[in-house]
């Protein structure tokens, strides 16, 4: 059992760092027993299908307060989250369900809102919304509404994405800035202004890697950057792996709002979530065609080269900062805690 | 927003650090006061670019970290209560008491509220009139006057049902502590630039002539805390023992006039108890006679709750500077920031946990360049 003072589920089990793990590895794991024997630590499991089709499937909640946020809403993240999720493996997404949990007494408005934002959102990432559910809890014991996205798609013959591809000399990719949905969603809930407006990143990616397939069939690894941000996503994929990753800090690109209100936070940008970014391992030898095509999309425009795979220290992502030195880069424990001064 | 990538400039910090190598000639034991620039310094590396005669001491300025185990009880205990809502800054939330912390303690159903002002938890206490509101006030001078200030806005709104429990503690006496200690081995201090900011400079002047030590002011980006080093080894090589300010764009001599006679009406100076060193005679705030009634500790009833420390703890060497955290038989194995076992691993700012964090494990010197 996760080990946490109290023996109770806490916030922190649900932040996306280490808890997080803790809860899948030492709890849900073993309790499913041989029924998670083909489960793997990647963002959509890969099943092959009689004929040799492979489909890619995967699930997401989305819990957001406030349910509208700078440059999204709950509707939209449901959507291109669980697609990204499916692109992760290099599938191309095909069709969503979606599951309500509506509070008694939420605003059918609002519901309405959220309901078009994710039709839109669909449309625009190209996946249609096949079936769904609704439930509805007792006034008090939800937060307006929960959505729960499951989704399918077909994985291209000859792609093989995953973090055991992950070989030393890969050159690591950002496909740009970080921190921003973590920070807009961050300003509104606790009504806090960094100097100017941050939007959320919210954005499908299914059409970014679609595009990197098509100069490098033979991508290595692909992960977006969700709660725990960049660090995290680099720390699982290193530990997978058994490979070292080193990057250097001063080529992270973070906004500069970003960087002021984890600053007055005392939060680390590496540990702030996304919901439009992902990190690509490629290839050396491919590396500046990726690069290229990237920077062609909307959704990767910012897309910048950070550091390397390396058969030193596996397990470990090592950061070179700014000044020439070195530190070890570590994912959260829970959630992120804003310090006292 | 300005004052960020100017400090972080890595052609100035190799000037500085030029600089530095230069002037030190001999060994230096340079303190710096402050778990924040304790974190930056561990963060950016500043400590592996150093030349070797100058040696960093992370010193006890982590406000989570020194707050005592008896008082992180009292407010398990207050939390608890079927009638408060307790409001506290987020990185109070996972220190562990004797068998839980806040975060269990919210999920037994207790109110456990994360404000980014005490000044939300009075207008929490202003909108839910029926509750008791208690703000945990932990902190250095700087947090103070944000914190006297809500005390004084409750009284002045009438919000009788606001409280606070209050954990202050004050630079000036532990620097004379880890001074007046024997085993003492700090040569010079970099002192804390936001406390500063509050306080101004001038407490700091009996103490660098008593113990002859030079005494710089500091900030806390990279070329803040370079700039700190430089004077300070720049005093010592030239035999001067001053306190100086490098750290003039939010220090001045006086400090904050207004945020002084704040806290001169809400606060008066009491002993208090530091995790990992033990009383220091007149090193805290507490709350006036005149604010009594705002005290958590006195409308709860629980000052008599009383807390021993795990002896084999090691922490108060580290915080005076006697240990280097990855020196200690627990590092990394009994005493992580999951379980930890004392202060200086409780806090991100504390120097055990930001070795746990940064520092973990060995690197190798020949990385590929990016």
Redesign the interface.
């Known amino acids: 059992m996760p ?4 023996g ?5 089990h649900g932040g996306g760092g ?1 808890l997080s793990a803790e809860l899948v590895e030492q709890l849900f794991l073993p309790a499913f027993g041989n029924a998670a024997a083909t489960a793997t630590p990647t963002d959509s499991a890969v099943m092959a299908l009689p004929g040799g089709t492979r489909l890619a499937f995967t699930t997401d909640s989305y819990v957001v307060q406030p349910l509208f946020f700078p440059g999204g809403d709950i509707g939209e993240l449901a959507v291109f989250g669980t697609v990204n999720d499916l692109a992760m493996s290099g599938a191309t997404p095909l069709a969503l369900s979606s599951a309500f949990v509506l509070e008694e007494g939420l605003e059918l408005d609002v519901l309405g809102a959220v309901a078009a934002s994710m039709g839109r959102a669909a449309l625009r990432a190209g996946v249609g919304l096949v079936t769904g559910d609704t439930k509805v809890v007792e006034h008090g014991h939800g937060d307006g509404l929960y959505v729960t996205t499951a989704g399918v798609g077909i994985v291209p013959a000859g792609v093989d994405i995953r973090p055991d591809r992950a070989v030393p000399g890969d050159v ?1 990719i950002v496909s740009g800035p970080i921190g921003m949905h973590g920070i807009a969603v961050l300003s509104v809930r ?1 009504g ?1 202004e ?2 100017t407006e941050i939007l959320s990143d919210t954005a499908p990616l299914a059409g970014l890697v679609a595009a990197m397939l098509g100069v490098d069939r033979d991508l290595h690894v692909l992960r977006d950057l969700t709660r725990g941000g960049l660090a995290t996503s680099l720390c699982e994929l290193a530990a997978t792996a058994g490979v070292g990753i ?3 800090e ?2 992270v690109p973070v906004p ?2 970003v ?2 209100g984890c ?1 007055f ?2 939060l680390d940008p590496l540990h702030v979530a996304n919901e439009g970014k992902l990190v690509a391992f490629v290839s050396a030898d491919r590396a500046e065609q990726v690069l290229d095509v990237m920077r062609a999309t909307p959704e990767g425009r910012d897309s910048v ?4 795979v ?1 058969d ?2 596996p397990g ?1 992502v ?1 950061a ?9 880069v ?1 994912r959260p ?2 959630e ?6 | ?1 300005k004052y ?1 990538d100017e400090f ?1 400039d ?1 052609a100035l ?1 190799r000037r500085l650090l030029a600089e530095i190598e230069a002037a030190a000639t001999r060994p230096w034991a340079l303190m710096e006061v402050c778990g ?1 620039q304790t974190h930056s310094i ?5 400590d ?2 150093l030349p070797e005669q100058v040696e960093l001491i992370h010193g006890p300025g982590c ?2 970290c020194v707050t005592p185990l008896d008082i992180i009880e009292r407010a398990l205990e207050i939390a608890s209560r079927p009638d408060v809502v307790f409001c506290s ?6 220190v ?1 008491g004797r ?3 806040l ?6 159903g207790g109110d456990v509220r ?1 404000v ?1 002002s005490p000044l939300d938890a009075v207008a929490v206490a202003e909108a839910e009139p029926d509750r008791q509101v208690v703000f945990f006030g ?3 001078e ?2 103070a006057p944000a914190n006297a200030m809500a005390v004084f806005q409750a009284r002045a709104r009438g919000l009788e049902n606001f409280s606070m429990l209050v954990s202050h503690v004050l630079v000036p006496p532990a620097i004379e502590t880890i001074m007046a200690s024997p085993t003492s081995r700090v040569n010079g201090f970099l002192a804390a630039g ?1 406390v500063c900011s509050v306080m101004g400079t001038g407490q700091y002047d009996p103490l660098a002539e008593r113990y002859r030590v030079p005494i710089v002011v500091t900030g806390f980006e ?1 070329l803040d805390v370079l700039d700190g080093i430089r004077r300070c080894v720049l005093q010592l090589e030239q035999g001067r023992s001053e306190v100086e300010n490098a750290y003039p764009r939010a220090v001045s001599a006086e400090g904050n006039p207004v945020a002084r006679a704040m806290l001169a009406e809400v606060f008066e100076v009491c002993d208090r108890s530091w995790r990992g060193i033990g009383l220091i005679p007149r090193s805290g705030w507490r709350l006036t006679a005149e604010f009594a009634r705002f005290d958590a500790e006195r409308r709860f009833d629980v000052g008599d709750l009383t807390v021993e420390e795990p002896s084999e703890c090691r922490a108060g060497e580290v915080l005076q500077g006697m240990l280097r955290p990855d020196q200690c038989e627990w590092f990394g194995t009994t005493c992580t ?3 930890p076992m004392g202060a200086t691993m409780v ?3 504390g120097a055990c946990a930001a070795y746990h ?5 060995a ?2 010197v020949s ?2 360049r ?1």
């Open positions: 080990v946490h003072p109290g109770q589920v806490v916030m922190g280490l690591v606790e806090l960094f100097g080193v990057f250097e001063q080529r500069e709002a960087r002021a600053g936070l005392g080269v950070i550091g390397h390396v030193d220290h470990v090592v070179r900062t700014a000044l020439g030195a070195t530190r070890v570590d424990l829970g992120q805690l804003p310090r006292i001064c | 927003m960020l972080q890595p910090a924040g561990i963060r950016n590396g500043i592996q670019l406000p989570v800054f987020g990185d109070m939330l996972r562990p068998d839980r912390d975060f269990a303690v919210k999920a037994k994360v980014y932990v902190g250095f700087t947090t936001h990279p920031p999951r379980t806090s991100s700012e964090q940064y520092r973990r494990v690197i190798p990385v590929r990016g």
